[in-house]
């Protein structure tokens, strides 16, 4: 079963360069990027550079149609990562989606189950589950016209 049925998300893929000049890729839902940026400037002094728009697939969705997604641009495997947490207090069940290139998942599953608290690990009150999928990066356009498009000039 995929996770909550989605079978695409808009996303952009970007950097994050640290002041020792480490760089590492990360992937934000569009409707979080601003604030999240926000957040890594101003709270932990990092930089994201080279922000591009892309469309993320269910394995099974790029399937389907992977006779047209095959020519619509740069292709990368990134799974996405659902964490189900049942609150007890609540009665209900909390989701936390991350996204992450394949080849990284186990390492991101490693720090996102290193916050989850012990009673929530002891009590099994809490389920990763993990999509593989694909993103399609943007076709180059021209830069301007890009990040006014995405909302990302400042």
């Known amino acids: 079963m995929e996770a909550i049925n989605r079978?695409?998300?808009?996303?952009?893929?970007?950097k994050v360069c640290n002041p020792n000049g480490g760089t590492s890729i990360r992937?934000?839902?569009?409707e979080m990027f601003k604030m999240w940026e926000?957040?890594?400037?101003?709270r932990h002094e990092l930089q994201v550079v080279e922000p591009e728009l892309c469309l993320w697939l269910s394995e099974t969705a790029y399937n389907d149609n992977a006779e047209v997604f095959d020519h619509a641009g740069k292709v990368k495997k990134v799974d996405l990562i659902a964490i189900h947490i049942f609150d007890v207090e609540y009665s209900f069940t909390h989701?936390?989606?991350?996204?992450?290139?394949?080849?990284?998942?186990?390492?991101v599953?490693?720090?996102?189950?290193?916050?989850?608290?012990?009673?929530?690990q002891d009590?099994?009150?809490?389920?990763?589950?993990?999509?593989?999928?694909?993103?399609?990066?943007q076709k180059p356009s021209p830069k301007d016209r890009r990040l006014m498009v995405l909302g990302l000039n400042y």
Do not use: M, W
């Open 123 to 137: 009590n099994d009150l809490y389920q990763i589950e993990i999509t593989p999928g694909s993103i399609i990066l």
């Open 27 to 30: 992937l934000i839902e569009i």
């Open 109 to 120: 599953v490693a720090v996102l189950s290193s916050h989850i608290p012990n009673e929530l």
């Open 7 to 14: 079978k695409s998300q808009k996303l952009i893929h970007c």
């Open 38 to 42: 926000f957040l890594l400037r101003s």
């Open 95 to 107: 989701t936390i989606e991350r996204y992450s290139l394949a080849e990284e998942t186990k390492q």
